[in-house]
Every structure is written in structure tokens, then in C-alpha cells.
């Protein structure tokens, strides 16, 4: 059976993403997907459960759904494709690495991710940063200074994303090769019924028009999530975080975690720490990433620690198989399994625990009882 690897979030899954799935399965390939569970990469709660999210996805041609922990999952886009990448190395079955992107063309994504990580980069990088620009900016005018063919790739979200799934490929030494897909529309406000974006989806009321009838059986009954529905939970616990707990936070260096910590402390809502705090250096993406974590309990060192297990959230016939011929060193849990008590294990359940916060109309329960979803032959 031939294997490919696909590092997600499906907040929400749609028909773009069933496009995905069903052209890896005529190539002849079991998708195997590392999704984002309870939180996303954005730095926000995903809109719903993860086990909607998954179940959907092998309803529409996903073989395997494993848990992409929140400590991967909210770390920066270079750390989310690292992380996703590592732990499909560590199932030891893939052999390619399923992504979009506007350009479509492998070869010129590798090449900027080799420009990227080549050291003549990094004094320009240093320059640019240190001139006010932002990262993205920095590396990119970095990129334009090395005359680097690559350098309008990274003007485009999809292809920002793809180029750092090619580092991680490149740097790891991955045995997965890239299979990419073109990806065409609107990444912000697509409204296109058969790709549209997941940032207009979380918009709407009704889904019904933008996934398939199959995933809509999974998705279209379970509650919806949003930051604004825990905004006075998220709120409660940033006023209440002391120095220490500010200057651990990821995403805090230059300072900028004394700048976060004065405006939770003068600020009367989310909208307002991110304005107080946000500026062109630092986006908006990473405040509320730093923001979540700071909810979370989630410091700069337990986003780099590695998984020591993760969890099979949905998987089909394929999906047995795969797990039955897995050779890597990734311990897995089914998705209500009970892990060995240990300082990640912990961190996951308060991540579950918080997470039932956001629920429109009204909390959660703390411990909601999870099971792996089996699709029948």
C-alpha cells in the first residue's frame, strides 16, 4: 500500500478538502492525516470537536486520523509543518507529503526552502530584522538580496506554508518526497462552493452548500466552538498571570511579553490586547498564539518538547492496516485511551478541559468522552 502524509487542521473539513483526499486516492494512495485537535494554528479554538473533524475526514477518503497535539499545534507555521512532518517520520510508513500551494511546482518550493536554510541567509535575515521589518517581511527582502527565484513564493499563504513543509523535509532528512497540488482561489474570503476557504466557512451559519454529503452526516450536528464564546474565561486567567508566567510564554522575546503583560493588564477585552499589543513587527497571528497559551498554561519549552505518544482519532480498513505494519518509534493511544500519567499527559488533559470553554451557548463538560471512529466496509 502506498502511503501519503497530509498535515491539517479541516476547521472546518470541506469540499477543497475532499478534492485532496479523493485525487491521492485514484494516484493510488492512503491518506494519512496529522490533524489539529481542540486548537489551531491561528491561535484560536477549532470550530468544532476533533472528532467531527475526523470522522468527516475518512467519510471522504482519509485512511488514518492521528491527533496533532496542542503544543504542536499552536506553534509558529515553521513549527507546525516541523512538527507534522516529525511525527509522520516517526509512523514510518509515508512516502510522500501531501500539500497545496498557488505555484503547484515541487521543485521550485524545494529550492527556496534549500535558499532558506543555507547559512549565507542568515546575516541578511539579521539586517532586515534588525532594520523594524517583520519576519515574513525580513526574510523575504532577505530572500530578494540573494537573487533567489523563490522570493515571490513567499508573497502567497499557501506557498509560505508549503515552502516550510520543505524545509522540515529538507532538514530532517525526511524520506517522504513532496506531492503537490495546485491550489487555486482565495485563501482568506474564497466563497467558491468546491474550494472555499475555511476562513469565509467559519463565517457562516450553514455549511450545507460547501462539503460533501458524507461529511456533513459528521460535522453538521456537532457544537461550534468560537474565542468569543471564552473570552471572559481567557480573559480571567491572563489578569491573573504574574511576571514569570508572562516571561515564559512562547512567542515573547524582544520584550514583546512585557508589552503583552501591560496590556492584560489594562485592556477590557481580547480585540483590546491585540490592538494595544500588535504592531508591524509582530502580527496578529502571534499574540493570539501567545495569548492562548498563556489560557493554556503552555510555555516556550513545552512547545518544544517532543510527543511522546499521539492519539488515532478516525481510521477505515486501510487505516488497520497502516497501523498494523507501522515500523516508526511513534507510541499511539486510541482517542480515549488513558495515557501514562507524565507531565504531557497532563498538559493535554487541561488542554481538553479548557477547551469545552469556548462552546456556544453555554461550557462543556471538562472530560467529554472521546472514541475513535471505525468507518465500515
Not at 161 to 167: D, G, N, R
Not at 284 to 311: D, I, S
Request: some cysteine.
Amino acid at each position: 500500500m502506498r502511503i501519503a502524509g497530509i498535515i491539517c487542521e479541516y476547521n472546518p473539513f470541506h469540499n477543497g478538502h475532499a478534492h485532496q483526499l479523493a485525487v491521492l486516492r485514484e494516484a493510488g494512495y492512503a491518506p494519512v492525516c496529522v490533524m489539529s485537535g481542540d486548537y489551531v494554528q491561528r491561535g484560536e479554538p477549532a470550530v468544532i470537536p476533533a472528532a467531527a473533524r475526523a470522522e468527516a475526514a475518512v467519510r471522504c477518503g482519509a485512511a488514518l486520523v492521528l491527533e496533532l497535539p496542542p503544543s504542536y499545534a499552536l506553534r509558529s507555521a515553521e513549527g507546525f509543518a516541523d512538527g507534522g512532518v516529525e511525527l509522520l517520520d516517526r509512523l514510518g510508513c509515508a512516502e510522500a507529503l501531501c500539500f497545496g500551494s498557488e505555484s503547484g511546482d515541487a521543485e521550485a518550493l524545494l529550492a527556496t526552502a534549500r535558499t532558506l536554510l543555507s547559512p549565507e541567509l542568515v546575516p541578511l535575515l539579521k539586517q532586515e530584522l534588525a532594520g523594524g521589518a517583520s519576519f515574513p517581511a525580513a526574510r523575504q527582502r532577505a530572500l530578494e538580496r540573494l537573487s533567489a527565484p523563490g522570493a515571490a513564493l513567499l508573497e502567497r499563504p499557501n506557498s509560505i506554508l508549503a515552502v516550510e513543509y520543505c524545509k522540515a523535509l529538507l532538514r530532517r532528512g525526511s524520506a517522504m518526497r513532496p506531492l503537490v497540488l495546485h491550489r487555486a482561489g482565495d485563501y482568506h474570503g474564497g466563497s467558491a462552493a468546491d474550494a472555499p476557504s475555511a476562513s469565509f466557512l467559519r463565517g457562516q451559519a450553514d455549511w450545507t452548500d460547501y462539503m460533501p454529503e458524507a461529511a456533513r452526516a459528521a460535522q453538521a450536528a456537532a457544537p461550534r466552538y468560537t474565542l468569543a464564546a471564552g473570552e471572559r474565561a481567557m480573559l480571567a486567567r491572563l489578569r491573573a498571570m504574574g511576571e514569570e508566567a508572562f516571561a515564559a510564554l512562547p512567542y515573547g522575546s524582544e520584550g514583546l511579553w512585557q508589552k503583552v503583560m501591560h496590556a492584560c493588564r489594562t485592556e477590557a477585552s481580547l480585540e483590546g490586547i491585540l490592538a494595544a499589543a500588535k504592531s508591524k513587527r509582530y502580527p496578529r497571528t502571534r499574540l493570539m498564539r501567545m495569548l492562548l497559551c498563556g489560557f493554556l498554561g503552555l510555555t516556550e519549552l513545552q512547545l518544544a518538547e517532543p510527543a511522546p505518544y499521539v492519539r488515532v482519532l478516525a481510521l477505515d480498513a486501510d487505516g488497520r492496516a497502516i497501523l498494523r505494519a507501522a515500523q516508526g518509534g511513534l507510541s499511539l493511544l486510541h482517542a480515549g485511551e488513558r495515557a501514562q500519567d507524565c507531565a504531557f499527559a497532563e498538559t493535554e488533559r487541561r488542554c481538553r478541559a479548557l477547551y469545552g470553554l469556548f462552546r456556544e451557548n453555554g461550557p462543556a463538560e471538562p472530560s467529554p468522552k472521546m472514541r475513535v471512529y471505525v468507518q465500515r466496509d
